[in-house]
């Protein structure tokens, strides 16, 4: 797998590489057991401060997503890709839960957000 990092991006590096590998989980490409470079050698690779590589796999590490073994290397754990889905599925809805409540606040009713979010899927799922 590739790791490509932009810079001009709004968002910051070390976020890049975590999605990065979640997608490489999710999609495959990253089975359970395939190890990852080791930090320093990653950090040279992308041209990146080792701690903004270090603070990715840790972010990683705490998700469940990959595990560390001290010298041995640092692999994708079993059931990563759950753990990806399961961490995306949290982050969506409190994305969610912060959109509603700002709707809310605004003065629209709950019937009007059902509304309003029905007839967005709706869109969404035409493509």
């Known amino acids: 797998m590739n790791i490509e990092i932009n810079a001009e991006a709004p968002e ?8 990065q590998i979640q ?16 930090v320093r ?6 041209v990146l401060n080792r701690n903004t590589v270090a603070r990715a796999y840790k ?4 998700q469940g997503v990959i595990q560390t073994a001290g010298r041995k290397g640092t ?13 995306k599925t949290g982050q969506a809805e409190r994305s969610v839960r912060r ?15 059902s509304t309003i979010f ?7 799922a035409k493509g």
């Not at 490489?24 to 080791?38: D, K, Q, S």
């Not at 972010?59 to 705490?62: K, Q």
């Not at 692999?75 to 961490?87: C, I, M, N, Q």
């Not at 029905?118 to 969404?124: D, Y």
């Open 118 to 124: 029905q007839s967005a899927l709706a869109v969404a």
């Open 75 to 87: 692999f994708v754990r079993s059931g990563a890709a759950d753990e990806v889905t399961r961490v």
């Open 12 to 19: 910051p590096v070390y976020e890049q590489i975590v999605r």
């Open 41 to 46: 050698q990653l950090a040279n690779d992308l």
């Open 99 to 113: 959109m509603i409540e700002g709707l809310v606040s605004d003065g629209l009713s709950t019937e009007q957000i």
């Open 23 to 38: 997608e490489g989980v999710t999609t495959g490409a990253l089975a359970p057991g395939t190890p990852l470079p080791p």
């Open 59 to 62: 972010l990683l590490e705490e």
